[in-house]
């Protein structure tokens, strides 16, 4: 059986509810103010941690003009060298002190996506309850190691990863050190379209690697995170900002307040409706049971007459005897005068008579 993973205050796996992480990314648009305003929103929003990213422009690719640093077509992206994009989206490290600070006076978790091993060490020093390896990073095995070596919960998303980068990605965590694991199923479009996700992957992933799973999602809209729930997806993350009006490296994929507080509630309705395999009537059934179908006398019957299908019949509601016994009655006779619409019990149905003689 899959265990749960600790984050900080929270367990996280199967049984739990969902752990839904709010990814600030770029979407501060390099004004503090504007990121705190984000940790506010994504706490009122229902988010359960919010998540950085940690990285500088230099340590994350260098500043070249040469056409492999350039960004090809097929991304919202297209045109803009890989430097110019990264300087825009990265998140000063001089904030993160502060906002991991006032996410915990907010009662949530927070915690980042390094990117180098000067990262890891960073943000070591600042206590982070656990590590995001992001999908272009899962084949960045040194990396993956680093973050293994803290002891800390490792999340990583799988984007674009075959099932053999996935094994090797997760092997190497684990003879790293790390025990509690976290993969997401995840789609590296930006944004994602609904059938790029194969959300099935997200319980193949559990059973192929026996670790909690969820989803990285850069859809449009709270459908598939909704629906990721029912496959058994216990965290999820999704991208967040004030406004898409407001034009970013993230901002076209990401989600606004109100429609990640929609989402939250979505998701909360999911795991209710989901419950355990039982069966018979639930609690909020109980008062339609009388809409059910069982035996009633459709017609005045006399003491010592025989019951027939003309004086009994299976109709609502469900107060008389249970519908399996009117064969069983029918033949019988009245103990009673009985008035129509009466349900029938036992006490009003005699012996079984025999057939009249021809």
């Known amino acids: 059986m899959i265990g749960a993973v600790t984050i900080g205050r929270r367990r996280v796996g199967p049984g739990q509810p969902c752990y839904i992480v709010a990814e600030l990314s770029a979407n501060h648009h390099q004004r ?3 990121a705190i305003e984000l940790v506010h929103a994504a706490k009122a929003s229902g988010a359960d941690a919010v998540k950085l990213q940690t990285y500088t422009p230099d340590t ?3 500043d070249c003009d040469a056409p492999d640093f350039q960004i090809g077509s097929g991304t919202l992206w297209e045109g803009r060298k890989l430097y110019d994009l990264y300087g825009e989206a990265s998140t000063p490290w001089e904030w993160h002190r502060p906002l991991l600070q006032l996410a915990a006076s907010l009662g949530m978790e927070a915690f980042s996506s390094p990117f180098d091993a000067s990262a890891v060490d960073f943000l070591e020093e600042l206590g982070v309850p656990a590590y995001k390896i992001a999908s272009f990073e899962l084949v960045d095995l040194p990396l993956i190691r680093r973050v293994a070596r803290t002891g800390q919960p490792v999340i990583m998303s799988t984007g674009m990863a075959s099932i053999d980068e996935i094994a090797e ?9 790390a025990r509690e694991l976290v993969l997401l199923a995840c789609s590296s479009a930006y944004p994602s379209p609904p059938e790029a996700i194969r959300l099935r992957r997200i319980p193949d992933l559990a059973a192929r690697f026996e670790v909690v799973t969820g989803l990285s999602d850069h859809t449009l809209g709270i459908a598939v995170p909704t629906a990721s729930v029912a496959l058994g997806a216990c965290m999820i993350e999704k991208h967040f900002c004030l406004s898409r009006s407001e034009p970013g490296p993230d901002s076209a994929f990401s989600l606004e307040p109100a429609e990640f507080a929609a989402m939250v509630e979505a998701v909360r309705t999911a795991e209710r409706a989901l419950g355990r395999a039982e069966y018979g009537a639930s609690a909020a059934e109980q008062a339609s049971q009388v809409f059910r179908r069982s035996l009633f006398v459709v017609r005045d019957v006399k003491a010592g007459e025989r019951f027939t299908s003309e004086s009994v019949r299976s109709i609502r509601p469900g107060n008389g005897l249970h519908t399996r016994y009117l064969e069983d009655v029918l033949g019988r006779k009245a103990t009673r005068d009985i008035p129509r619409g ?5 006490d009003l149905v005699g012996r079984r008579l025999e057939p009249e003689p021809s």
């Open 60 to 62: 994350i690719t260098i």
């Open 169 to 177: 990605a997760v092997d190497t965590a684990r003879t790293a050190g």
């Open 342 to 346: 009466t349900p029938l019990s036992w």
């Open 32 to 34: 503090f103010e504007k």
